[in-house]
């Protein structure tokens, strides 16, 4: 089968490889993919060169034509995070998951454990739900800043409106709450709006998402969070930050939010399906760019310029 691998030299190579069982799989399925999408995290891989298929964000068909989408991580369910619903921080995650250490979705066909799989209703469908797993880490943030339980007082700002910015800024808006953007690039405000964020920003605001991970956006969102507000992270900072004394004076909690996991005892992966299914414009808006599998080194190219009005790449195979 056809495969999407690291070449070492900073790019991509579509290769011909066997499939594989992971070790962890009790119940083991074959996923015919369908789409599988690249996340900027796939871009800042490429120079760690990893030796598996890459690709964490993917859905595809099992063998009996159900479709599905997959959680990539393969929480173990039996360590004591896990126990608590904290899977995102499992203690064997880190060596199970797809697209990193082991096999991902960029390739013809991955084989999971039907544990971490998640079917799909027809409002979604194979072909977007690689989007489900993008969703999922914009719920986690939602949640982490207290958005499930009660309204913030005025509207949330999302910083950055990349991929992740617009997932957060989906599951916000699902929860019926007013939310700005504040975006670097014309196309990614535009998707916002269409999304229902507002761009016009305020000067201060009780819940900041930093959905960038860099040092000019957790500056802005130090900038523009309130005295005592919250600021939540799932944006990844891929180089060192640092900060002033603006951050101690103005003692905001600031929340790290790490991929998905469960929320009063729902499981976030499958909020995401939730909040895809309401919401027919969210794939529409996300999804610039599409794909065949032998094309994936330009689809990496393509997803590299943001510049270009890029949200979010579709390989499908």
């Known amino acids: 089968m056809r495969a999407v691998r690291a070449t070492g030299d900073g790019g991509v190579a579509v290769v011909e490889v066997e499939p594989t069982i992971p070790e962890y799989a009790r119940d083991p399925v074959r996923v015919r993919v369908r789409s599988a999408s690249i996340c900027g995290s796939d871009l800042h891989m490429l120079a760690w060169s990893p030796a598996a298929t890459l690709g964490h964000e993917f859905a595809g068909l099992l063998d009996d034509g159900t479709p599905v989408a997959v959680q990539p991580n393969a929480p173990c369910g039996e360590c004591d995070l896990c126990i608590a619903g904290r899977d995102n921080h499992c203690r064997l995650a880190p060596s199970r998951f797809h697209g990193v250490y082991l096999d991902g979705g960029l390739a013809d066909e991955v084989i999971v454990d039907r544990r971490h799989t998640v079917v799909l209703p027809h409002e979604v469908g194979a072909e977007i739900g690689s989007l489900v797993e993008p969703i999922a880490v914009g719920v986690r943030a939602a949640h982490l800043a207290g958005l499930h339980d009660e309204s913030p007082e005025g509207p949330v700002l999302v910083v950055g409106a990349g991929?992740?910015?617009?997932?957060?800024?989906?599951?916000?808006?699902?929860?019926?709450?007013?939310?700005?953007?504040?975006?670097?690039?014309?196309?990614?405000?535009?998707?916002?709006?269409?999304?229902?964020?507002?761009?016009?920003?305020?000067?201060?605001?009780?819940?900041?998402?930093?959905?960038?991970?860099?040092?000019?956006?957790?500056?802005?969102?130090?900038?523009?969070?309130?005295?005592?507000?919250?600021?939540?992270?799932?944006?990844?900072?891929?180089?060192?930050?640092?900060?002033?004394?603006?951050?101690?004076?103005?003692?905001?909690?600031?929340?790290?939010?790490?991929?998905?996991?469960?929320?009063?005892?729902?499981?976030?992966?499958?909020?995401?399906?939730?909040?895809?299914?309401?919401?027919?414009?969210?794939?529409?808006?996300?999804?610039?760019?599409?794909?065949?599998?032998?094309?994936?080194?330009?689809?990496?190219?393509?997803?590299?310029?943001?510049?270009?009005?890029?949200?979010?790449v579709v390989i499908e195979p």
């Open 163 to 312: 991929s992740i910015g617009l997932a957060v800024v989906a599951a916000v808006r699902h929860h019926g709450i007013d939310v700005d953007v504040a975006a670097r690039h014309a196309a990614q405000r535009d998707a916002g709006e269409r999304l229902g964020a507002g761009h016009e920003l305020r000067d201060e605001y009780e819940v900041v998402i930093d959905c960038a991970g860099t040092q000019s956006s957790l500056d802005d969102a130090i900038a523009r969070v309130r005295p005592g507000g919250t600021i939540v992270v799932p944006g990844t900072y891929w180089q060192p930050v640092q900060i002033g004394m603006s951050l101690a004076t103005k003692a905001p909690k600031i929340v790290m939010s790490q991929m998905y996991a469960h929320h009063h005892g729902v499981r976030e992966f499958d909020e995401a399906v939730e909040v895809l299914a309401a919401n027919p414009d969210i794939a529409g808006t996300l999804i610039t760019h599409r794909f065949p599998l032998d094309d994936a080194p330009e689809a990496f190219r393509t997803a590299a310029d943001r510049a270009a009005g890029v949200i979010k």
